[in-house]
């Protein structure tokens, strides 16, 4: 079925087609679409949407639910986020699955609602305490929005863990055509869950593992999984890489300027190359560092101060320059503003 | 003043001395005799102590009296600091100084209350939302407990921004000589505190910034003064760098088992050295790259899972291979256990 | 169907039949079996059973469904009815029906989980600001356990205000044969309902009245309301009040030990009888004046230092002398204490 | 000292020149002149002023300040005390002295910040679970502000209890001439608190009472001090008695009104008279059945949809009959509307 929709609301008609039956958490300009379309849609399919006291309740919720065996979500903003942090490290912590949605806005602090990139390094890198890593999925449009949530929640359940919807007030409020076809969500078995019932009596979801070993042994196990996500998970998208002399790398909305900045270079007979991450944890590094070799430049744009350029320069490891351009507070680069770096840089040479 | 004293209780006499005339908390283990200190000494000089109702109103009350020019601290352990990420977050936006000690335990979520250092990503990295760097101190001994805690403060106020004592059980709990000089602190004046004076009346202390103009033009000037810092402020310790074939690289209590490693190697001819990182965030990158010049190898070691190592390979772009070792759940390697890192790694080769 | 069933999940039984489909809660003893049992059953008749932050966020949410037009229940005890005031306040203030049930314990303060009467202050005469008041049942049986929650639901719809079930630990934890007829219960229509659908739209469900005309007009329907379910609703049981000379009155569990004491004595040829009031509020003035007229005295007996005997004084308006007798911490009366103390009234004339 | 002041301010005066040292609240209107004047004095003479997160937070923050055995104090209006009415019950409970000033609203719910008196039940007779009693003040000037918050401060500490004063945003928000005198206060002694000092270790403040023996025992000594209270304490003012044919009672702001009812009756050879409580807990039952002795009726007005009037009828226990007129939303009767009214139960009988 092909409709026009918000990619905010998108992201709700992913989530109820992979199977979500339940919504927990706080209104924040710009995600409050996610919202109020979980509070439409979710009754509608017998499931349950609640609006928290808090953030810090929300994820909480989320954590319950999870254990439980539901397919669950939450959404906000950058502040939310922030509160959710111990949540998110406690749903990591006792190995559960669940989707939560980022809709950045400007920070740090207040703020503003207008977009940005700047939760990267909250959601990818650091974040909650302890050792673990989000499963981190970025959309670059309405369809996207959709598909990747559905795809979260897959993750989230494969590797039981959080994973994070990464995106911003661009890409949620912006109306694109979406096509999605009805199937039935046939979320895994979870013989772990605690359900209330005398088969479940004897499960246990925690975080709580008192004797050091027996802590290492779980990070252990936690590091034996992210390895294999590692492995299997790496998502990207190439754009005119053959031959690159400039490659550019972005991902979310600024991959859409980029991508238009490369047709009209190409056009030119201009040499650039678009690499858009999809999953910025596990990041693409190998496949980065394939299409990167033979290259002269890496250029990274970012709605940010420069955050993602860290791992693409891990992933590079001084093989290649990189190189940085960043924007905040809601500006956007247009084309003609990448051009005229990518005019300065070659001058600086 | 010579005295026998704990780590977590240096921490206050440090904060003391600095100037610090108020505490916000909620008790956590290996944090807690932070707060019991804070609460027999800040009164005797005539400052306040208070018990908040959760982390997230005390970081709270600490952006409150920051932003009222008093020298304030809080203190927790992971949990309580994912908590407290939106607060840092919103003292970091409105660019209020403000020392907040982790003594980070294991995790993620429950965890246990074993030393860790898996918290490096959430405080040096990311954390809260939106672009801004926390300061960020990793104190080795008790002396440094008192002394890296008055930098904290000063270079919160120097630059308007919070700064993080990051530090684990093993160093918070253990006992060492302590000498401590009274001295009076002179914290800087602070004409931009709103103090509920006249003279102050016309001052404002917010993060928000509706304009994306406006807000672009904030964090560039953040970005500068996070330039600055990253100019003037890195702190690193060597020990035995003449020579090194392999350089260990640790920090805080780690350091302490690795100068131990050197000692024992130089002993027996074999020439590793060490680079103690003292300030985490900003990275000693290139007085790191320049002990690194030379070296067949570093090697990282870390009470997690692998977190500071990026920071390590950043500053060495490719230059020269980084190893790493780690160990989890309040395990701390020995010097056999480096040895037989350092005698595998040699075949792996 | 006739079965053995304990007093708290009676309350959930006879909710679930009254159409009650969801419930907000925070679990206390001895309170905690009826978000148990709301737990197990509510999700089987396609409810919702949510374990909030706190009790002030749960009946916050009970606030929110009732707005919706939903059969709603919480329950607690003590500590946690304190909490809810405000929120209760509220339901009042905006009409609208609720349950909750309070599982009398030990106070003040933490107390203890022993059964008392010592919350009919703060459920019949005060307990939340302003002016509004509590329809409140006393059960004093399992099987009136369910039937007086049923009734509950249905009077908080009739008068759009928020009706309590006023039991202890003793009802509470008792098992009774309980018989229920499974019917199809019919909440009435709720015209007045935000349901997030577009006839519902127009409709606004707040307690902010601005004006002193506005608020005192609002306030003048509620007395109305006040008035008319003074008329139509007390409830009240009489035992044996044929020539009474002592007329004793007692809710609750203490009516099951007042019954046994007057059997007992007019087995001995004594002429007491009893008076139950079903309702606290509306209080049954007006039969208690009636099976008072002619005796000699009334003892009120209460779990509790002397509550509802203010209610029975004003009801006699000093046409009879009422005497009190009370218990606390747990302790419950026996027949021989009571018939000691009318023994000691007696003497004292 | 004479000096023109708002009531609200007048009340932390008198607070102050009581020994009052910290305050701990969250603002509301027409409360919140308390907060700010507590927030620029209590500095000066080495006080702690905190605004906390929530009125939940306060009053735990009063109970812990109180355990310390500081004069301590809140303030807020009907629904930030229907959020302390757990902690209220507590402090109670662990016999703990603390002052809570209620600058009574229009309610219930959010109502309207105009005056009204309708917190007298929640404030009075119930409020928080358990068997207590507040000490009740209710201050009718500005001056009384001031003195009656010092006396409050004098009641709580010698019956360990805390104590109310009871006022609305009339007599709050009025300008009157205040005379205060300064004087050392000098706090009793309090040998039970709980300091962090050695010889306090022993000490314990809770209000846990698990055997009902136990808590019997307890609850038995605090009815003993109660009964101590309702000896020694009940205060009340007389206005014009001699001969009285109708006895106005009112309290608070009303009793102004009253007053000049009464003034302009008795210049028409009208025999009114007045009797105003000072303390509506323990109430002036003695004195009230003294002063109506012998007049033709009572006629009981207030701010409300008649609180007080219960604990009339319950002094006069039906010797003389007892009509109300209340005004709500904020409207306050005027001495036309008054006479009105008498006229009307003059014809009516």
């Known amino acids: 079925m092909r409709q026009l929709c918000k990619g905010n609301v998108a992201v709700v008609k992913g989530a109820i087609l992979a199977g979500c039956r339940a919504y927990y958490g706080y209104p924040i300009t710009p995600a409050s679409e996610i919202a109020e379309a979980a509070a439409l849609y ?3 399919v017998g499931g349950t949407f609640l609006q928290a006291e808090s953030e810090v309740a929300a994820i909480n919720m989320v954590y319950g639910a999870a254990a439980a065996g539901v397919r669950i979500m939450s959404a906000s903003s950058g502040p939310g986020l922030s509160l959710m942090q111990e ?12 989707v939560i949605v980022d809709v950045v806005r400007g920070g740090p602090g207040l703020g503003n609602i ?6 990267y390094f909250a959601m990818v890198k650091g974040g909650g305490h302890g050792n673990y890593h989000n499963i981190v999925l970025a959309p670059a449009s309405v369809q996207e929005m959709a598909e990747l949530t559905g795809l979260a929640f897959e993750l989230a359940d494969k590797y039981r863990n959080p994973a994070i919807v990464l995106t911003d007030g661009f890409v949620g409020q912006m109306m694109e055509p979406l096509d999605l076809e009805y199937r039935e969500a046939t979320p895994p078995e979870k013989p772990w869950a605690v359900r209330g019932t005398a088969e479940t009596r004897k499960n246990l979801v925690a975080s709580i593992f008192l ?16 390895y294999q996500a590692q492995q299997e998970e790496p998502r990207h998208e190439l754009y005119e890489t053959d031959g690159t002399e400039v490659l550019l790398v972005g991902y979310g909305i600024v991959s859409r300027v980029l991508r238009s900045t490369v047709e009209e270079a190409r056009r030119e007979g201009l040499r650039l190359g678009l690499f858009r991450p999809v999953t910025l944890w596990p990041f693409p590094s190998k496949a980065l560092a394939e299409a990167a070799a033979g290259v002269e430049k ?13 791992d693409v320069r891990l992933a590079l490891n001084g093989k290649v320059p990189v190189e940085f351009y960043g924007r905040t507070g ?6 003609e503003e990448i051009n005229a770096e990518l005019t300065s840089l070659a001058s600086r040479q």
């Not at 890496?298 to 860290?310: A, D, I, K, R």
């Open 42 to 44: 979710l009754p509608q």
């Open 87 to 98: 949540g998110i490290s406690y749903l990591a912590g006792a190995e559960l699955p669940g």
């Open 114 to 119: 207008a977009p940005e990139q700047s939760d």
């Open 211 to 226: 004797q050091p070993d027996e802590l290492e042994g779980h990070q252990r196990n936690m590091e034996a999984k992210y």
């Open 298 to 310: 890496v250029l990274v744009v970012e709605l940010s101060n420069g955050q993602m350029v860290e």
């Open 330 to 335: 809601g500006n956007v680069p247009s084309v």
